[in-house]
Structures are given as structure tokens and as C-alpha cells.
T-cell receptor, first 113, second 110 residues
Framework: DTGVSQDPRHKITKRGQNVTFRCDPI?????LYWYRQTLGQGPEFLTY????????KSRLLSDRFSAERPKGSFSTLEIQRTEQGDSAMYLC???????????FGPGTRLTVL | GEDVEQSLFLSVREGDSSVINCTYT??????LYWYKQEPGAGLQLLTY?????DMKQDQRLTVLLNKKDKHLSLRIADTQTGDSAIYFC??????????FGPGTRLSVLP
């Protein structure tokens, strides 16, 4: 299967710790998106990359959050000094250039104790 | 900003049709999407419609768009137990910012 993959699938951490998540998009998809989904809500847009360039960032992405896509392939999302309010499912999606659709990965569920 | 609303719950009997509704606020939305999410899984794209269309059919799925009322619906014919999931409406304006509704939890009763 060559869908979007995310690692880890689950992460439990203590408040104040840093965490990093990885997303591997579908091969040759040059667009990559990060979303956050809390219980009972739809996904909320965080940020978007086209190749290695981060082109859009939501106001939800506080200065504790940073995302990178250094070679235009996989991406990482880091949360520094985690807070309990960061507990959520973090979803990654990708799409090819010119397409109007996104393909989602299974998500990383973060629990901050 | 864009606001997307959906009713939160829907129950239907197996074999009946399901209709899931969505309203949005921004008339400049260009593409409108329906996604399905099963427990513990990511979102699966079901279908989408461009804003200059008013209907799209794909096997058991029919999407209706009323641009005047900013209303989108998804009809699932012959609903099966495997259709039980959360269904998200999403809209996209310009750029790559997709806005999702809160999701409708569909329960299919035997």
C-alpha cells in the first residue's frame, strides 16, 4: 500500500516535553498538509507545504509548533513544551500538483498527561 | 472566515436511504467535499463537487449542491451497516485551506 503514512500512531507524553511526528506522503505528491482534530470535531487546518516551501500557516499554529519538509518528501511536526490542550489527533494529507483532492493518513494520536 | 455546519447525529435502518446535510457561509467556496471517517482511522475521500455543478452521482452516493442556500447534501442509497461512520463536509475556497464541518455520526440499525 502506498498511501500516506504517519509515525507514531500513538504518543503519550508528559506536559512540558517535546514531541515530533513524521508524515510520509504518497510518492510524487508535492503538496502536504497538517491538520489537528479534537474529539467530536472536524479537522482544523494547521499548515501546508508545496514541495519544501511552507506556504500557509494557520493562526492555530502557535510558536510552540514547527513543521518542516526539508527535501520536499516527508514532513515533521514538532510540538515544544507540550500542554494538555495539545492532546488531539494530528492528521497529515497529501495531494499531487493541480489536483483538487487530499488523501489522508491514519493520524497520530497525542495524549499529554 | 468560513463556517461549516452539520447535524451531529443521524440514524437510519439498513436498506433505507441516508441524507446528510451541510451548510456553509462563504459563497466563494470553489470545491465541496464529503469524507468518511471510521473509528481510529484517517479520513477517506468519498466524493466532491465543483461549485458550478448542482448534482453529482457516484454509485450509491448522490451529492446535491444548492449554491443559493449554501447547502450541500450527501445521499447514500441502500445504506448498509458498513456505512456506519462519521461523515465530514469540507469546503475549499482559493488557496489550500480546507475547512471541515464537525461531522455527522451515521448509525445504521439492522
Amino acid at each position: 500500500d502506498t498511501g500516506v503514512s504517519q509515525d507514531p500512531r500513538h504518543k503519550i507524553t508528559k506536559r512540558g516535553q517535546n514531541v515530533t511526528f513524521r508524515c510520509d506522503p504518497i510518492s510524487e505528491h508535492n503538496r502536504l498538509y497538517w491538520y489537528r482534530q479534537t474529539l467530536g470535531q472536524g479537522p482544523e487546518f494547521l499548515t501546508y507545504f508545496q514541495n519544501e516551501a511552507q506556504l500557509e500557516k494557520s493562526r492555530l499554529l502557535s510558536d510552540r509548533f514547527s513543521a518542516e519538509r526539508p527535501k520536499g518528501s516527508f514532513s515533521t511536526l514538532e510540538i515544544q513544551r507540550t500542554e494538555q490542550g495539545d492532546s488531539a489527533m494530528y492528521l497529515c494529507a497529501s495531494s499531487p500538483q493541480g489536483a483538487d483532492t487530499q488523501y489522508f493518513g491514519p493520524g497520530t494520536r497525542l495524549t499529554v498527561l | 472566515g468560513e463556517d461549516v455546519e452539520q447535524s451531529l447525529f443521524l440514524s437510519v435502518r439498513e436498506g433505507d436511504s441516508s441524507v446528510i446535510n451541510c451548510t456553509y457561509t462563504d459563497s466563494s467556496s470553489t470545491y465541496l467535499y464529503w469524507y468518511k471517517q471510521e473509528p481510529g482511522a484517517g479520513l477517506q475521500l468519498l466524493t466532491y463537487i465543483f461549485s458550478n455543478m448542482d448534482m453529482k452521482q457516484d454509485q450509491r452516493l448522490t451529492v446535491l449542491l444548492n449554491k443559493k442556500d449554501k447547502h450541500l447534501s450527501l445521499r447514500i442509497a441502500d445504506t448498509q451497516t458498513g456505512d456506519s461512520a462519521i461523515y465530514f463536509c469540507a469546503v475549499r475556497k482559493s488557496g489550500q485551506n480546507f475547512v471541515f464541518g464537525p461531522g455527522t455520526r451515521l448509525s445504521v440499525l439492522p
